[in-house]
């Protein structure tokens, strides 16, 4: 099938292309991008005024599967990703039963293949069950098509065994994925330690609980000679370590997620669960480091840590509702609300950002618009303004602090292997 996506703003980071130019995929390939006729054309799609960028590469989402599908499965994630401009997403390996052995890796992989409409990439724990008492069979799952290693939703407290992860990590070179949380530390809290958490009389994390295992997790990359990938980074001091990794030469990446660049825990307007995540939402000050850090260009990916949960989980108090919000189909528009519209980073960046940098990181040929490549492709309509409403996700999750606001940024279709996955009413 041929597909000619006509007249668009087409921007791609791997050839530096930021103009207007057709599109033409044939075969499930880019064929031509600059002047294209009709042709062979089966579909024509009017690009005029929007983006046409590589599909976008999410490197962290929780799509609950196995184990927890009343929350999201593999179908409803996908396809709330490909309605927010998502052709490629790593799942995290949190689920019920973890994901920590080569027959759950191939599950994942099998289901996605069948069902989703985009792909799907399942990350490997670091260790049996996600307990920290002894790695997983790590090399098992890179046979499997493991992407990355992670045991996000915690970190490994034992510095030795995780050391020993990176040393595999590095042998087959792939990242180390860190969610960076010292668990003792982190307690009962439920939001970050500061004045709101007073006022609301809830208990709070401190920065500490991150900054101390960016720091560790850095010279541990160090060390090994092993990828370090920085989850969801929310604090001023991670910021500032990452760039100085950067400066010293070492093998070190971070990821922020749009909450984090656009919300603050000033702005949390009570005991409301929809705002609670891990990490949370920190000081105006630590918000404020992370828009430096865009400008500077220390950070290298925006992800979302898509993280679903029931109406019933998130009814009640901050303290005893699950942590996470959903956040596959708001990120690309608080992007460009939040980030390119602000003159904070450009339409090139946000491209390399949301797309080519995460597909660098983790060795996937995708990211790209040069012909000849895999027609993996995103249209948005920058311009387009309406007001976030969770009733309409693709996604099983309601959980987003978004509810109610107004942004700027539409994505009109995704085309995922040549195929049009998602395309706006």
Same mark, same amino acid.
């Given at each position: 099938?041929?597909?000619?996506?006509?007249?668009?703003? +087409? %921007? @791609?980071?791997?050839? $530096?292309?930021?103009? &207007?130019?057709?599109?033409?995929? =044939?075969?499930?390939? /880019?064929?031509?991008?600059?002047?294209?006729?009709?042709?062979?054309?089966?579909?024509?799609?009017?690009?005029?005024?929007?983006?046409?960028?590589?599909?976008?590469?999410?490197?962290?989402?929780?799509?609950?599967?196995?184990?927890?599908?009343?929350?999201?499965?593999?179908?409803?994630?996908?396809?709330?990703?490909?309605?927010?401009?998502?052709?490629?997403?790593?799942?995290?390996?949190?689920?019920?039963? +973890? %994901? @920590?052995?080569?027959? $759950?890796?191939?599950? &994942?992989?099998?289901?996605?293949? =069948?069902?989703?409409? /985009?792909?799907?990439?399942?990350?490997?724990?670091?260790?049996?069950?996600?307990?920290?008492?002894?790695?997983?069979?790590?090399?098992?799952?890179?046979?499997?098509?493991?992407?990355?290693?992670?045991?996000?939703?915690?970190?490994?407290?034992?510095?030795?065994?995780?050391?020993?992860?990176?040393?595999?990590?590095?042998?087959?070179?792939?990242?180390?994925?860190?969610?960076?949380?010292?668990?003792?530390?982190?307690?009962?809290?439920?939001?970050?330690?500061?004045?709101?958490?007073?006022?609301?009389?809830?208990?709070?994390?401190?920065?500490?609980?991150?900054?101390?295992?960016?720091?560790?997790?850095?010279?541990?990359?160090?060390?090994?000679?092993?990828?370090?990938?920085?989850?969801?980074?929310?604090?001023?001091?991670?910021?500032?370590?990452?760039?100085?990794?950067?400066?010293?030469?070492?093998?070190?990446?971070?990821?922020?997620?749009?909450?984090?660049?656009?919300?603050?825990?000033?702005?949390?307007?009570?005991?409301?669960?929809?705002?609670?995540?891990?990490?949370?939402?920190?000081?105006?000050?630590?918000?404020?480091?992370?828009?430096?850090?865009?400008?500077?260009?220390?950070?290298?990916?925006?992800?979302?840590?898509?993280?679903?949960?029931?109406?019933?989980?998130?009814?009640?108090?901050?303290?005893?509702?699950?942590?996470?919000?959903?956040?596959?189909?708001?990120?690309?528009?608080?992007?460009?609300?939040?980030?390119?519209?602000?003159?904070?980073?450009?339409?090139?960046?946000?491209?390399?950002?949301?797309?080519?940098?995460?597909?660098?990181?983790?060795?996937?040929?995708?990211?790209?618009?040069?012909?000849?490549?895999?027609?993996?492709?995103?249209?948005?309509?920058?311009?387009?303004?309406?007001?976030?409403?969770?009733?309409?996700?693709?996604?099983?999750?309601?959980?987003?602090?978004?509810?109610?606001?107004?942004?700027?940024?539409?994505?009109?279709?995704?085309?995922?292997?040549?195929?049009?996955?998602?395309?706006?009413?």
């Amino acid at each position: 099938m041929g597909i000619l996506i006509k007249g668009g703003r +087409v %921007i @791609d980071p791997d050839t $530096r292309l930021d103009g &207007v130019a057709d599109v033409y995929i =044939e075969d499930g390939v /880019i064929q031509k991008v600059g002047k294209a006729e009709k042709g062979e054309a089966d579909q024509i799609l009017d690009a005029s005024g929007c983006y046409v960028m590589p599909g976008l590469i999410d490197l962290h989402v929780h799509f609950r599967d196995p184990g927890q599908e009343q929350k999201e499965d593999i179908v409803s994630g996908g396809k709330a990703a490909a309605k927010g401009g998502f052709t490629t997403v790593l799942a995290m390996p949190n689920t019920h039963p +973890v %994901i @920590d052995t080569a027959s $759950r890796v191939h599950y &994942v992989h099998h289901k996605a293949e =069948e069902l989703c409409p /985009i792909r799907v990439l399942q990350v490997g724990a670091i260790t049996k069950g996600q307990k920290g008492e002894e790695l997983a069979d790590i090399e098992e799952m890179i046979e499997a098509g493991i992407p990355a290693i992670s045991e996000d939703g915690k970190s490994v407290m034992n510095s030795q065994l995780y050391r020993e992860a990176m040393k595999i990590a590095k042998r087959h070179d792939i990242p180390v994925m860190a969610h960076c949380e010292d668990g003792p530390m982190t307690g009962n809290g439920c939001m970050n330690e500061d004045e709101k958490a007073k006022e609301l009389k809830l208990p709070g994390i401190s920065n500490v609980v991150e900054d101390i295992i960016v720091a560790r997790d850095i010279f541990l990359s160090q060390d090994t000679g092993a990828h370090l990938h920085l989850c969801h980074c929310s604090t001023k001091q991670s910021m500032r370590m990452l760039k100085m990794a950067k400066e010293q030469g070492m093998s070190v990446t971070g990821e922020v997620c749009p909450h984090h660049f656009t919300l603050c825990s000033e702005d949390i307007p009570g005991d409301n669960p929809n705002f609670k995540m891990n990490p949370p939402l920190r000081r105006r000050e630590d918000k404020e480091e992370i828009l430096k850090a865009f400008k500077e260009g220390v950070v290298d990916v925006i992800s979302t840590d898509h993280a679903p949960h029931t109406a019933k989980e998130k009814a009640g108090s901050m303290r005893d509702a699950p942590f996470g919000i959903v956040g596959l189909e708001t990120s690309v528009a608080l992007t460009i609300t939040e980030l390119v519209d602000k003159g904070v980073i450009t339409p090139m960046r946000m491209a390399e950002l949301m797309s080519y940098r995460p597909a660098q990181i983790i060795h996937l040929d995708r990211g790209s618009l040069r012909e000849g490549k895999a027609a993996d492709v995103v249209i948005i309509d920058p311009n387009e303004e309406y007001t976030i409403d969770s009733r309409t996700f693709a996604s099983k999750g309601r959980n987003t602090p978004f509810q109610g606001r107004k942004v700027k940024g539409r994505v009109k279709a995704t085309i995922f292997d040549g195929e049009v996955v998602y395309r706006a009413e």
